[in-house]
Structure formats: C-alpha cells, structure tokens
C-alpha cells in the first residue's frame, strides 16, 4: 500500500478520531465521563443524533446550530476534527515514507493525546491526569508492537531512556522554578520523550529544542503584544507539545541539517 493512500485512510480515521477528542476535551475537565453518556447538546441537553454527530458534515448540515433549541454550536467542534484529520494525515504519511508503517498506530495515539491535551491546557491550564498517566503505557505497548514488528528493540530501548531522561530533566526544572514549570508538563515529558527518542536522538534533541524556543517566543510575544509581566503564567503544555509535533514530523532532517552545518563551519 502507497505512503499516500495509507495517509489518507489515517486522515479519514482522524475525522471520525476528532469528534471523540471533542468530547474528551469537553468532558475531562469537568470530571466527566467520557463514553456514556452519549452527546447531547449543551444548550438543551438534547441527545445528538447520529446524522448530527457526523465529522464536519454533522455541523455543516445543521448550520453550526442544534436541531432542537437553535442554540449555536461553537465552530471549535468541526475545527477539532479536521484538525485531527490532518494530523493524523501527515503523521502517517511521514512514518510510511520513512518504512516505519509498523509505528503508525503509536504515533497516531500520541497525535490523538498531544491535541487534546493542547487544547486543554490552553483554555484550562491544566493538564489532567485522566489523559497523562495512561497515555505513556499506552504509547509504550505499541512501541513495544512496532519494534518487534520492525525486529529492532534497540528503539524501544532508546525510547525508554530517552523517556527517563527527558522526564528527569523536567522534573528538575520543576523544583528548580515551580512557577515556570507545572507538575503536568513533568507527567507529560516521558511520553514525549519516548515517542520522540524511540525514532532517532536527533528526533529527541530537535523535539526538547523546539518546546523551549516555541514557549520563549510565545512569552515574549504575549510580553509585548499584550503587556504580560515576565511573572504572567503562561501555559506551556502547547508549546511542549507543539515542540514534540515538529519533531515527529521534521525532526530528523532539522538535526541533519544542523550536523551537517557544523561539520561544513
């Protein structure tokens, strides 16, 4: 099967992915249970139906209102799902390309969790333990697949220091400056950095590099954009997640480059 064309069956999938992130964003922060009830209408409590709970086309079809009370349904919901669609899209693309079609699933998990949990963090500044402390063995057990499948155990190995490693050095900032690093960012790094440190040190080194510049540019620019205090908080799951994003997605070719440029200075 074509890079391409598994790409696109994991973007269809991420659609369907995308409405379930909506209700896990919606609900875990709430305490809420995420499977049952079904969806209901948060206006009315109306039950959707099916027809209604359609990827994109469910809100589309409606009119970006509910059928029965006409209350409007934020247009974060179909963003949420094409969003995921997409990510989901180019992450499979990218590992097909590269032969690893074996960590697909693995990575489309950590996709999954690192948008929910961007999302999250942004509107809560929280980032649950519901999603963090299973999304590592989760990641962890379909690593675990895709090393076998691929016959090379030496990346879960790598994966899982790189995870101790990672973890650690978050766990140092945070007592080092409580302020400047919460105690979900720490819960978080060893998944991030057993996805990333599973495919290649590069990966890891870009990913951890990315986390950092990105959050620094945001506070600046909230620094001057909006007048924040440099003892404004800030949350940096985002950006911590957005870091690791990158270095799926382009991370090897980043540290590439930089040797590369290193070697010719």
Not at 63 to 68: E, F, I
Not at 80 to 92: C, I, M, N
Request: hydrophobic share 55%; proline share 6%; net charge positive.
């Amino acid at each position: 099967m074509s890079p391409l064309l598994v790409a696109s069956l994991a973007g269809l999938l991420g659609l369907a992915a995308g409405s379930f992130a909506n209700v896990v964003i919606h609900r875990v922060p709430r305490r809420e249970p995420v499977i049952r009830p079904g969806s209901r209408c948060p206006a009315c409590g109306t039950p959707i139906a099916w027809r209604d709970n359609l990827p994109l086309l469910g809100w589309l079809q409606l009119g970006g209102r509910c059928r029965s009370c006409r209350a409007p349904i934020s247009v974060r919901y179909p963003l949420v799902e094409l969003a995921t669609g997409l990510l989901w899209f180019v992450v499979a693309l990218r590992l097909a390309s590269e032969g690893l079609t074996w960590a697909i699933p693995a990575y489309l998990a950590f996709a999954f969790v690192c948008l929910v949990l961007a999302l999250i963090d942004a509107a809560t500044r929280l980032l649950p333990n519901r999603i963090t402390y299973p999304a590592f063995p989760v990641v962890a057990g379909l690593l675990l697949v895709a090393s076998l499948g691929l016959g090379d155990l030496a990346r879960l190995g790598r994966g899982l220091l790189s995870a101790v490693a990672v973890g650690g050095f978050f766990l140092l900032l945070a007592l080092i400056s409580p302020r400047g690093m919460g105690l979900g960012d720490v819960k978080l790094a060893p998944t991030l950095g057993l996805a990333l440190g599973w495919l290649s040190w590069g990966t890891l080194a870009v990913g951890v590099f990315a986390a950092f510049l990105l959050g620094g540019l945001a506070g600046l620019g909230g620094m001057l954009a909006l007048g924040l205090s440099r003892k404004s908080l800030l949350p940096f799951g985002p950006w911590l997640i957005a870091g690791a994003l990158l270095g799926v997605l382009a991370g090897a070719e980043v540290a590439g480059w930089y040797g590369r440029a290193l070697l010719g200075a």
